[in-house]
């Protein structure tokens, strides 16, 4: 679950020059359990970190669901990270999450699309200066809650050590390790600490690891000695590639074992002293080192803070302020998301538990509305983030989509219109030169085209037919079959002015009589002279006058 509004604001935040981080965790009882499924419903929260009291974190994505492996929330981060890139080329910088497997596995198939190990290659390469944090500014630095990871270390350790003090030791030990912003200094870290808990006497190098690091728990002044050049280095030969777990492929177990092999022998070469060591347990370096040393850049500060730190031609000297380092983040927590849930819990559901799905989702959504105000008047982010961000048109965004389904009839089911024999075969129409003309047909065109032969003593009435005079509109003509033809229209420029009806028709009429007397005189002298055409008022006219009866020429 997501809406426009919360990713516009996330892009809004991303366009600044901050880095941003985001909070992923799960909480349950908030939704009843589904009937007839064994597996509880888990509320995830992807949330964007808050600024202290009276600035609440704000949730960008959401999910409900009951499976909790890592198809159901990769799928669920990769169509946040789809729609994200929607509107943005940038990427999320950092990605705080709980120490589940299910969770790291998701985050960086949707966030990296890569394995664990290709991102602990990666951070190797950033660690020994190879990639000078240019290869980071594309991608997502997944780190774990330091509370969390925290916390598992120090119940691990419970189960090996009895004693307080030891066990507090330890554990303020390993919090150094999460601290340590270099690879070179995790290992001195590591090494005195192998030293501490491998050896069974209290030999002269295990009285000076146990200073060093009590000096290093006290004041955070970690005071290593000179290292050899080129002791992290590793060649293609000393990772396991035959190996398939993340212990045994990781480049990072191989530094740390080589360090681990170091103490051994430093230790061994030393005389044996009477005095016992009280710090004497090799079972808890066996644990760290199967479990968290191989993805020691997860849970540490190495890729925390500016990655260019890394490079070989960067000398950067931390500052000091009350034992504190200022120069660059060593730790993050989840306490965001934690604080969001909290929120949920307490004030929006009002400590109600297990609700019905859609009652937890109305609720929810109700009050992020309210939510996205306040944030985005908080920050002073432009009040148009409220309003439904426009789609991107572009091929990578492409959604499939289906037209309206006509219905089809009985007759026409299974049948292909292409794909069958047709009833015709279609072909083009005739193109016409301009545009077409509207043909009346006339009485010369009826002579021209009914030409038949009738014999001489057979009757024939012309007096049908009529020649149209020179310059007249042309009438509407009457054939021996009664059918009436009308003459092509001219196109008038102007609107014929009123005339008197009566004074109209008593002129057609004389002018019509005129006509009649005119057109049978032209056909008497044809006929006389045997002529079959002839030119009347300019105009040729065809006409059948051998078979003409004598006394339709008298009339």
């Not at 799960?26 to 939704?31: E, N």
């Not at 430093?266 to 808890?284: D, R």
């Not at 009435?461 to 005079?469: K, L």
Request: proline share 4%; glycine share 4%.
């Amino acid at each position: 679950m997501y809406t426009g509004k919360g990713i516009s604001i996330l892009v809004t935040h991303m366009r600044k020059k901050s880095p941003v981080t985001l909070y992923l965790d799960a909480t349950g009882s908030v939704v009843s359990k589904i009937p007839e499924q064994k597996k509880r419903v888990l509320y995830y929260a992807l949330v964007l970190a808050g600024q202290g009291h009276g600035t609440p974190p704000l949730p960008i994505a959401e999910m409900l669901s009951n499976d909790h492996t890592v198809p159901s929330v990769s799928f669920w981060l990769m169509k946040f990270v789809h729609n994200l890139s929607k509107y943005t080329t940038l990427t999320i910088r950092y990605l705080e999450t709980d120490y589940s497997w299910a969770l790291i596995q998701a985050d960086l198939l949707a966030f990296n699309k890569e394995s664990i190990l290709s991102y602990l290659d990666r951070c190797f390469d950033i660690c020994q200066g190879k990639d000078d944090g240019m290869d980071s500014k594309g991608f997502t630095v997944i780190h774990l809650c330091s509370a969390h990871v925290l916390k598992a270390v120090a119940q691990a350790i419970c189960r090996h050590v009895t004693d307080k003090g030891h066990r507090e030791f330890v554990i303020f030990v390993f919090a150094r390790l999460q601290n340590s912003q270099t690879l070179d200094e995790a290992i001195w870290i590591f090494q005195a600490l192998c030293i501490v808990l491998q050896t069974r006497t209290n030999t002269a190098s295990v009285k000076k690891s146990i200073k060093a690091l009590q000096g290093l728990i006290q004041s955070f002044n970690l005071d290593m000695p000179d290292m050899p050049e080129n002791r992290v280095q590793m060649n293609a030969d000393d990772k396991n590639v035959q190996s398939r777990t993340i212990v045994g492929r990781s480049r990072f177990s191989t530094v740390f074992r080589r360090a681990f092999d170091e103490a051994t022998t430093a230790v061994t070469e030393e005389e044996e002293s009477s005095e016992e060591n009280l710090y004497y347990s090799p079972s808890i370096i066996q644990t760290l080192f199967n479990t968290y040393m191989p993805i020691f850049p997860m849970w540490s500060g190495v890729m925390l803070g500016d990655l260019e730190r890394h490079a070989a031609d960067k000398d950067i000297t931390s500052v000091e302020d009350g034992g504190q380092r200022q120069d660059n983040k060593t730790r993050e927590t989840n306490c965001h998301v934690e604080g969001w849930f909290s929120i949920v819990k307490q004030h929006i559901l009002m400590k109600a538990r297990r609700l019905r799905p859609g009652n937890f989702v109305r609720k929810m959504y109700s009050s992020l509305q309210g939510r996205y105000i306040e944030h985005i008047m908080q920050h002073g982010f432009p009040l148009k983030l409220l309003q439904k961000p426009l789609n991107v048109r572009d091929i990578t965004f492409a959604e499939e989509s289906w037209a309206k389904r006509e219905k089809v009839t009985a007759s026409k089911m299974g049948e292909s219109k292409y794909y069958s024999i047709p009833t015709s075969v279609p072909h083009p129409k005739r193109k016409q030169s301009g545009k077409a003309k509207r043909h009346v047909t006339t009485a010369v065109d009826q002579a021209r085209e009914n030409t038949f032969e009738v014999s001489s003593n057979q009757e024939q009435d012309i007096s049908a037919i009529t020649v149209p005079e020179k310059n007249a509109k042309q009438q509407p003509t009457t054939t021996k079959l009664g059918e009436a033809t009308s003459a092509p229209k001219k196109k008038q420029q102007r609107k014929p002015k009123k005339r008197d009806h009566t004074a109209s028709e008593s002129e057609t009429q004389s002018k019509t009589s005129s006509n009649d007397k005119v057109d049978l005189s032209s056909l008497m002298t044809m006929r006389a002279t045997g002529l079959d055409t002839y030119t009347c008022k300019d105009k040729d006219v065809a006409a059948t006058l051998k078979t003409t009866p004598l006394n339709v020429q008298d009339e």
